[in-house]
């Protein structure tokens, strides 16, 4: 791990009722005392967002989204919810792209990056994710892809707005699956990723955050984040458990 300072975001995903996230808000904010050292985000559901900016309140823990919408509205459109409304309710960051809603909700790199956009002129730190399926990994595609997904952004912003973001690599096959990818082979596709951003600009490049994320967990934290490339992560099913996810934080 570098000099950029680690971040470690919970993804709570569809999880969760009101009463098990104040508990597990509850025992982070006990479990993370004074803001040196590394930083906690909670991206709950959007429903739970208000309650927990509430619970948050006063501790150094982060709040942002799991997703927003892509037109800066406001304007006719039901169900979504635009980064202006989630920054009224204290979230910093949104999470924009992620494998499933590529997957299950059609997301494409266009579409990414175009919210991508949006939150950013929304006030909102962007963590874009990329990654590659298995069949992407088995056909030697892993590269291809990650740097198709990281284009797409760049082309519809300059490289200064990598300034104010940070990208999460989460190999689709690791997701949820237990199967996490080694640090060497996270570590090449975060070194992929930061020499894409350092050939327009070094510096961006080398202050740029990129957070590992599939089945990071306690046992495994430490030699993820013992890489070079690695800023943190990005944790979906460990965050659920505030002793497991202090564990992660703590390895950071
Ligand atoms: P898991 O940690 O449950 O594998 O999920 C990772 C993820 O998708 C975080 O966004």
Redesign the pocket.
Known sequence: MSTRTPLIAG?W?MHGSLKDSEALVSALCAGVVGSEGPQMLLCPSYIYIQAVGKWLHGSAIQLGAQNLAEPTGPGAFTGEVSGTMLRDFGCEYV?VG???RRALYGETNELVAAKFVTAQSQGLTPIL?VGETLEEREADRTQTIVQQQVEAVLESVEVEALSNAVV?Y?PVW????GRTATPDQAQEVHALIRAMIGSRDVTIAAGLRILY????KGANAKELFAMEDIDGG??????LDAQEFLTIFQAA
């Open positions: 993804n995903k999470i992620h494998s499933e994710c999460a989460e690791a997701i949820g699956t994320g599939g089945s990071v990005l944790v979906g099913g460990a965050s």
